[in-house]
Structure formats: C-alpha cells, structure tokens
T-cell receptor
C-alpha cells in the first residue's frame, strides 16, 4: 500500500457535466501529480501541484483544473465532460523531486 | 524527457528470472531510470530506480550499462503475481519538479 487514496473509485457522468476527483497524499509528501490513462495506453501527465500552486502541466485543455490544499490533498476538476474523457485518473504523491507513489485511481465513464 | 524503447510483450516461466530490457539511447547525465509496473486496472507500482550504478531492492535488480543507454530490470524468481505491464521511464530531475512520461511498456506474462 502506498498511502495514497483516491475517491471515488468509480464514477459515471453524462457528457457536458462537471466532475471532481479527490486525492489524499502519502504522509510527508508535499507534491501531487495527476495522470489520465485511456484504455490500453500508458498514463499521460495532466499537471502537478506543489505548495498549493500548479507546478507543471501536460497537453490538456483548461477545462482540466486542479487544487491543492494546505494538507497537501488535491482535487482534479474536469468541466464540460466529453466522451473521450472516459479513463482511469491516477494521482501520485511525492516530495518535489522524489519518487512518485500512485493511488489506485478513479475510473471515470462519460456517457 | 528521453524516449525509451521496450519490447511489447515477454513471457517467463514461474520461478525463473525475468529480464526486461529497456533502451534509452538519448538519456542525459542528470536523468534517472525508473521502473514501475501496473497490474490490470490498478495504479502503477514503483519498483526501483537508478542513475549510474546498479541497484537492488526487495523487489528487483536494475542493471544500467556503463554508457547508460540501456538497462535491464531483473525479477530474480518470477511468480504468477508478477504478471503486469512494466514501464521503463527516464525522468529528469528539475528544480520545478518532475513528471513521468510513460510509454506503452512491456506486458510480462508469467506462466505456470
């Protein structure tokens, strides 16, 4: 077990809706990264948060946004959901330049 | 990030060593080699990482060639539970943080 917990584990949303996914980081970690993994592909980096600020972003549109809280937990928000947003969303916690440990992910299905 | 090349799939007999190769010919001096694995529909699990020297932990050994252009992950006694997709990743240590760039990985199947 990594100590990184994500909620919910599964979620079904309708196209056009908004969704919020949550991640609690491992004790002592101050950095959270989010990844999207489509079926049959490797995880793709969305963005990273460090000290409550976005600290790097992958090739994802602005409707993907996030927050990090003082306790280092984090949220991923996706607006105007599209069918292609259906994926496993992974959260990883670490120290800023340390090894990343992943949670079990949230399976999002957009219908 | 430097690109890595891995075989798409490999098979291994239970109890034998599994040797998973990875090419990273464009690796730079400050880039680490990381290995993760992912069992179906679970989050990636960290295995091991290294910069120049060979590394060993309770899960695996990592052998990095002297020119650092390739590496091999060794699972000394593979079990059925080691069946997973194994990702070799070259990660840059940046002052602003770091990201992992996953490729397609190697599907390792351990057979009874």
């Amino acid at each position: 077990e990594t100590g990184v917990t994500q909620s919910p584990t599964h979620l079904i949303k309708t196209r056009g809706q908004q969704v919020t996914l949550r991640c609690s980081s491992q004790s002592g970690h101050n950095t959270v990264s989010w990844y999207q993994q489509a079926l049959g592909q490797g995880p793709q980096f969305i963005f990273q948060y460090y000290r409550e600020e976005e600290n790097g972003r992958g090739n994802f549109p602005p409707r993907f946004s996030g927050l990090q809280f003082p306790n280092y937990s984090s949220e991923l928000n996706v607006n105007a959901l599209e069918l292609d947003d259906s994926a496993l969303y992974l959260c990883a916690s670490s120290l800023l330049r340390g090894t990343a440990f992943f949670g079990q992910g949230t399976r999002l299905t957009v219908v | 990030d430097a690109k890595t090349t891995q075989p798409t799939s490999m098979d291994c007999a239970e109890g034998r060593a599994a040797n998973l190769p990875c090419n990273h010919s464009t690796i730079s001096g400050n880039e680490y080699v990381y290995w993760y694995r992912q069992i179906h529909s679970q989050g990636p699990q960290y295995i091991i990482h290294g910069l120049k020297n060979n590394e060993t932990n309770e899960m695996a050994s990592l052998i990095i060639t002297e020119d650092r252009k390739s590496s091999t992950l060794i699972l000394p006694h593979a079990t059925l539970r080691d069946t997973a997709v194994y990702y070799c990743i070259v990660r840059v240590e940046e002052t602003s943080g770091s990201r992992l760039t996953f490729g397609e990985g190697t599907q390792l199947t351990v057979n009874p």
